[in-house]
């Protein structure tokens, strides 16, 4: 009876433990989106951070962007930018007010 339970535990644990790691693995940092979006922008030292910033990168390019039900330009910027402005200190300070500006005017309005 002990072995019984002893696998129904683990099936319960390896359930739970795949429904939840992938809602874990979609959310990423804004500093880091910041970041990467600044580096492809002509910002950032190393032209975008490489395959460091490709889950970045494809995060603001999909989760941020708004379909209603076709791409929503207008939609995806003010989500991006509300997105990336008060979550990430860093995007506020006005000496980084430029970089801010010139990664919506580049990628902001992109799918």
């Known amino acids: 009876m002990k ?9 319960i ?6 429904t939840i790691a992938p809602v874990q693995a979609q959310s990423v940092d804004p500093c880091t989106v910041y970041m990467c979006m600044a ?6 030292v190393g032209g975008g951070g490489g395959p ?41 300070v006005t000496t980084n007010t430029a970089v801010l500006n010139a990664i919506m005017t580049e990628w902001g309005w992109v799918p």
């Open 39 to 44: 580096g492809i922008s002509g910002f950032g």
């Open 52 to 92: 460091a910033c490709a889950p970045a990168i494809t995060y603001w390019h999909t989760a941020l962007a708004v379909y209603s039900p076709y791409f929503n330009p207008p939609a995806s910027a003010a989500r991006r930018r509300g997105y990336l402005t008060p979550a990430c200190p860093g995007a506020n």
């Open 3 to 11: 072995l019984r339970a002893l696998f129904t535990t683990i099936a």
């Open 13 to 18: 644990g390896t359930a739970t433990g795949l």
